[in-house]
């Protein structure tokens, strides 16, 4: 009967840990949904509402996305130090608020604020739940690690055509208003059910930057900051900033059929993410064929991109060049994995964080340069709607082109691991 009841607890405190768990991917969810959402989805929406220039809707993203890198090297420290729960509970509250103010500011400097708060507090869930997952599935990490990512990059999907469809039905504020009541409601569900569950010891790790001076000087790890960073930037930068733009002025595809091919990339994000990790399982936790595809792929998709803009060809065809770049790209567990296996176990966290730090500094300042890129050659006014031309987009390409070069050299010197540990034999 005692071993009955100790076999009963335990499966309640699993069943507990993987809702805790569903609850910090939710709220992942949602991060994704504000990064995708704002500018990307609703990008003629706000200059037609908000009357300003590409350069300061393209920031929005920006101011975002400049917080949430930056911070991620602080929480690679409080993961490892508090634990992954404790640092969502704190993260996710800050979360809630920049989402709750957002569709209420009416002045730049409070969009621009707000859209930090939520910077900083969604900078919180990824780190965090790459920690609990590596604790609590230590075996089954890649996989796990995969799925989870896999319900959170679902928010790329709903923030393009259904986001867009709410947006049409009862305009952008009002949709925002309840996303961000949704985020809240996630909140609520895991801080419930985080009080259920004892939490691990507070560890003595010392809030010191020196391990990320150590993590730089292996050559290794350099390559795989570049690659993922650069790789990951010119993704994003299509994915949540001028994606449905581009497909909509130079494309001449019409706005709805352009939401749905974003909302295909985010599909075909959350797929590739899930689909690398068990395809690198069923090959022997091979890693290095990941990375050079995704290398190959970034560099023929922008270089056609390029010489399809330069020779004026319109077709609504180069979107599925955006569809190869997703399907190749989203390989975080790969990534990761590498990461954890020609590092010590002691730097995951940091290692992580330097990861995330670098994907995501490249998403902001492309995002900044693309604002800048963009209005060196005047727009035309339709409806209120700026409409880039060629040159715009043409400048655009060509800088986003000679990044894939830097994608490309670095994921072929990257290393084959096997899924074993090479942290001693590694430069």
Not at 155 to 173: D, E, K, Q, S, T
Not at 311 to 331: D, E, G, K, P
Request: with cysteine; proline share 3%; glycine share 8%.
């Amino acid at each position: 009967m005692e071993s009955e009841t100790k076999l009963n607890m335990l499966i309640h405190r699993k069943f507990r840990l993987w809702g805790l768990l569903l609850c910090g991917s939710i709220l992942y969810f949602f991060a994704n949904v504000q990064r995708v959402a704002i500018p990307g989805s609703i990008f003629d929406d706000l200059q037609r509402s908000l009357h300003l220039s590409a350069v300061y809707i393209t920031n929005l993203g920006a101011a975002f996305m400049y917080v949430y890198a930056l911070n991620q090297l602080l929480i690679g420290l409080l993961v490892d130090r508090f634990g992954g729960c404790r640092v969502i509970a704190w993260g996710a509250l800050l979360f809630c608020v920049g989402s709750a103010m957002f569709p209420f500011a009416d002045t730049l400097f409070l969009l621009y604020f707000s859209r930090a708060v939520v910077g900083l507090g969604a900078s919180a869930v990824y780190l965090s739940l790459v920690k609990e997952t590596a604790r609590n599935f230590s075996k089954n990490f890649t996989l796990m690690l995969g799925l989870l990512i896999l319900i959170g990059y679902t928010g790329g999907i709903m923030a393009n055509a259904p986001f867009i469809a709410g947006v049409r039905l009862i305009g952008w504020r009002l949709m925002l208003e309840i996303t961000a009541a949704a985020t809240i409601l996630a909140y609520l569900a895991f801080l419930g059910l985080k009080s259920t569950l004892k939490m691990p010891k507070i560890q003595s790790v010392p809030f010191s930057f020196a391990p990320f001076l150590e993590l730089l000087k292996r050559r290794h790890n350099r390559n795989i900051f570049l690659f993922s960073g650069v790789n990951f930037g010119l993704y994003y930068l299509i994915q949540t900033v001028i994606g449905k733009k581009f497909l909509e002025d130079f494309c001449s595809m019409e706005e709805v059929r352009a939401a749905w091919i974003l909302s295909l990339l985010g599909i075909l994000s959350a797929v590739s993410s899930f689909g690398s990790a068990a395809l690198s399982r069923a090959l022997g936790n091979r890693r290095r064929i990941f990375v050079r595809a995704a290398g190959f792929c970034c560099l023929a998709s922008f270089l056609i991109l390029t010489l399809c803009i330069y020779c004026n060809i319109r077709t609504q065809w180069l979107a599925a060049l955006f569809c190869i770049l997703t399907a190749t790209t989203n390989i975080s567990p790969v990534t990761i994995s590498l990461l954890r296996e020609t590092n010590t176990p002691n730097v995951t966290g940091i290692s992580v964080s330097c990861l995330n730090f670098s994907n995501y500094i490249m998403v902001a300042l492309l995002g900044s340069a693309t604002g800048i890129l963009m209005d060196l050659f005047p727009p035309q006014i339709r409806d209120q709607i700026h409409v880039y031309g060629r040159n715009s987009y043409l400048a655009v390409f060509a800088f986003l082109f000679l990044l894939s070069v830097i994608v490309a050299y670095n994921a072929f010197r990257l290393r084959e691991t096997r899924g074993g540990n090479y942290a001693s034999t590694t430069p």
